[in-house]
Each structure stands twice: as C-alpha cells, then as structure tokens.
C-alpha cells in the first residue's frame, strides 16, 4: 500500500495541473468561438477607460486563457505560467464579486494558486527538459 500511496502524492500535482488547465483552455476556446456570450462579463469601466469594445476585450481573455492554458497543461514554465493564470483568476473572482460564480472562481485561482507554489510536476515539460529526478517532499 506505501507504493500506491506514494504514486498516488507523487502525481496529485501533475493531475491538479492537468485539470486545471484543461479549465482554462475550454473558457478560452469559447470566448474566442461565441464571444458574445461573454461580452456582459465585462464591467462597463473597463470599456469606458480602454476605449476598447467588449467583444475585443473577451477575445483577448479567450486567447490568453487559451495560450497559457496550454503552455500549462504541457508544463511548459509551470510556475510562471500558473502565476499569470492565478493572478488572471484572482482578478475575475473580484470582477464577478461574492456570488455562486464568484466563490467558484476563487476555489479555481486557489487551485491555480497550488501549481504555482509546487512548480513543475514529474510529467511535465519543464522535468523533461531539466532532466533531474523528481522529488516530492511531503512535509
């Protein structure tokens, strides 16, 4: 059973990563096919002081979410990558305010939040490429 449960807590931050990135790169698949659905999220002051339209704005936030969801689930610089998408989600969880969506949202930056502070995961690009042997230490 040690085996099992060293598996198990050796992969855990490669499965959060993984689904957490397959989060990012759907919302940002469909901010950038259907942006309309997405245009009421977007505070009116935003437009006001970007002199930016909405429709533009969610098309941004739908390619970001979709570059660096994937960057993310490939594992490419975790710890950069999973910052920017923390601080992005940290921001919406303000933006929507304390709601149903809201607390979702803060549940996903502070998922986002735990790649950040693990780093790379053993199945990941950064492991490869550093070609270290991965080390999980459980305190």
Do not use: C
Not at 22 to 38: D, R, S, V
Not at 62 to 68: D, H, S, V
Not at 93 to 113: F, H, N, Q
Request: charged fraction near 10%.
């Amino acid at each position: 059973m040690n085996d099992l449960q060293k598996k198990l807590t050796t992969y855990s931050p490669t499965v959060l990563r993984i689904g957490m990135s397959i989060i990012a790169i759907w919302f940002g698949t469909q901010e950038i096919l259907n942006p309309q659905m997405w245009t009421s999220f977007v505070p009116d002051s935003i437009v006001t002081f970007s002199h930016l339209s909405a429709n533009f704005l969610v098309h941004m936030n739908g390619a970001f979410e979709l570059i660096f969801g994937i960057a993310l689930l490939l594992g490419i610089k975790t710890r950069i990558t999973a910052f920017l998408l923390t601080l992005h989600m940290f921001d919406i969880t303000y933006v929507v305010g304390y709601s149903a969506l809201g607390i979702r949202d803060l549940g996903l930056a502070l998922g986002l939040l735990a790649v950040f502070m693990h780093g790379p995961s053993p199945v990941s690009f950064d492991q490869r490429k550093s070609k270290t042997e991965y080390s999980s230490t459980v305190i």
